[in-house]
């Protein structure tokens, strides 16, 4: 099963934010899925929708670079590069900036079967503020 979900992760990654295929979420998650953010943390596929929704608005030229991805067990780990350009607003982040990001990270996904129902994000969260110009870069 590592394989089949391996091939999973990797399609999710491209069809949902290079795709800009929310509803994919669906197709991927059990309905009552949690994603772990940094922060917060989000549940159910429609709650992570509009996360997502959010993030796309706000980048809306986002790419997703996949880099690799590893499995073991239930659990699949994508470490993946995200690119894109502030470009509108959102919550956590305010008005754009009209700044780039280049921002590197991990995920990890646990798997029930051959659905998503737990998913751990990690990723530098300074630096990707500091990228925006919304905190000053320390010297």
Known sequence: MSEENKALARRAWDEIFNQRNLDFFDAVSVADAI???PDREFQGTEEIKQ????????FPDLNVTVEDV??????VAVRWTQ????QGEMERLGPPTGRSFELEGITIH?????KIAETWER?????????????PEQE
């Open 35 to 37: 994603w772990h953010e």
């Open 123 to 135: 990723y530098d969260n300074l630096s990707l503020l500091q990228q925006l110009g919304l905190v």
């Open 51 to 58: 996360l997502s929704a959010g993030f796309l608005e706000a």
């Open 110 to 114: 646990r798997f029930e079967g051959d």
């Open 70 to 75: 590893l499995a073991e067990g239930e659990q």
């Open 83 to 86: 690119r894109g350009t502030h």
